[in-house]
């Protein structure tokens, strides 16, 4: 089960809730992907809290950046900067779900 969620504090306690419940109903493994995690935050301490506080690790982050909102769906942030880094955060997080 792949859980993506935000630092939100209503996103993290349903999702919070939402593991509780899958735990109830079936024992899958289950990775945690914290999107849109604000650069200017620890990302260490960030990533501890919501583990301390959903008992369960965090597979990745992806960052958020205002470069992929200002393109507006107009062009892809591949085609404008394929070396950014929200792009190896995906590419990271793909590569540690299919190995």
């Known amino acids: 089960v792949i859980i993506v969620l ?9 999702t919070k ?8 109903i079936i024992s ?3 990775y945690l992907i914290l999107n849109k995690v604000p650069k200017a935050d620890n990302e260490a301490d960030l990533i501890k809290e919501v583990e301390v506080y959903l008992n369960q690790s ?9 470069d992929i909102m200002k393109l507006r769906g107009s062009q892809t942030i591949y085609s404008t900067n ?12 793909s590569q540690e779900l299919f190995l």
Do not use: Q, Y
């Open 58 to 66: 965090v597979m990745a982050t992806i960052p958020c950046d205002c």
């Open 28 to 30: 899958m493994p289950r």
């Open 17 to 24: 809730r939402m593991i509780d419940e899958i735990h109830e």
């Open 6 to 14: 935000t630092m939100d504090k209503s996103d993290i306690d349903g």
């Open 82 to 93: 394929p070396s950014h880094s929200f792009l190896k955060a995906v590419k990271k997080v």
